[in-house]
């Protein structure tokens, strides 16, 4: 089945610092790829996707890239800020879920940005 | 436009009992995801309802059922609460079919079963 491994945190950087949460999927097809980001005491909000090989997702600074050679869907940012502060989950929706919007999430990264 | 609703935000039962979590999706959704998130597992999909059939469901026991009306809101019921159900449970709704569509995210229930 469908899966996703995303590294575990905590992260903590400096503010300003280069951030890069990793990502990997295993899925059959071409499955849509997503970040989704909590803050806490929240639901999550979709930070970016992308829905096809070689496409870039970015949002808030955020960027990531779908790479179907090495079905990866790494999370960068070049500066990170406190309010970034945050649980990042990397998903993806494929092709077996009878047309629905089933999500298969990573474990979660925590991001946690010191000034 | 409303963002996507879940009522209660918090309730506390005791193992045995069973419950009934409730979603309203943004206005015009027609699909509702439910999903389950606990420090252990994660984030887990229950079931999705699309036009009040249920589309998918994932790998959990029969006492987790859901429901979708014609006014797209959706409950979740939970029978014979064991104290593993404690957990947030997240609604999200999307507009269309298909697995290129964003969802968007309640701010969950949580469900604490003592």
């Known amino acids: 089945g469908d899966s996703v491994t995303q590294m575990e945190g905590p992260v903590t950087l400096s503010e300003e610092a280069c951030l890069t949460i990793?990502?990997?999927?295993?899925?059959?097809?071409?499955?849509?790829l997503f970040w989704y980001v909590q803050y806490p005491g929240e639901g999550l909000q979709l930070l970016l996707k992308?829905?096809?090989?070689?496409d870039k997702g970015s949002n808030k600074g955020f960027e990531a890239t779908y790479r179907k050679e090495t079905t990866s869907f790494h999370l960068e940012k070049g500066s990170v800020q406190v309010s970034d502060s945050a649980v990042y989950f990397c998903a993806l929706s494929g092709l077996n879920n009878n047309a629905g919007n089933m999500l298969t999430f990573g474990g979660g990264t925590r991001l946690m940005v010191k000034p | 436009k409303a963002g996507v609703t879940q009522t209660p935000r918090y309730l506390i039962k005791t193992r045995g009992q069973q419950v009934t979590l409730s979603c309203s999706p943004i206005s015009g959704h027609r699909s509702v995801s439910w999903y389950q998130q606990t420090p252990g597992q994660g984030l887990q999909f229950l079931f999705e309802y699309f036009s009040e059939t249920q589309r998918n469901k994932g790998n959990f026991p029969g006492r987790f059922s859901g429901r979708q009306f014609s006014n797209s809101r959706s409950e979740m019921n939970v029978s014979t609460l064991e104290l593993g159900d404690s957990a947030l449970y997240l609604c999200?709704?999307?507009?269309?079919?298909?697995?290129?569509?964003?969802?968007?995210f309640g701010p969950g229930t949580r469900l604490t079963v003592l």
């Open positions: 992308a829905t096809k090989a070689d």
């Open positions: 990793n990502c990997t999927y295993t899925a059959t097809g071409y499955p849509s």
């Open positions: 999200a709704s999307s507009s269309l079919a298909g697995h290129y569509n964003e969802q968007f």
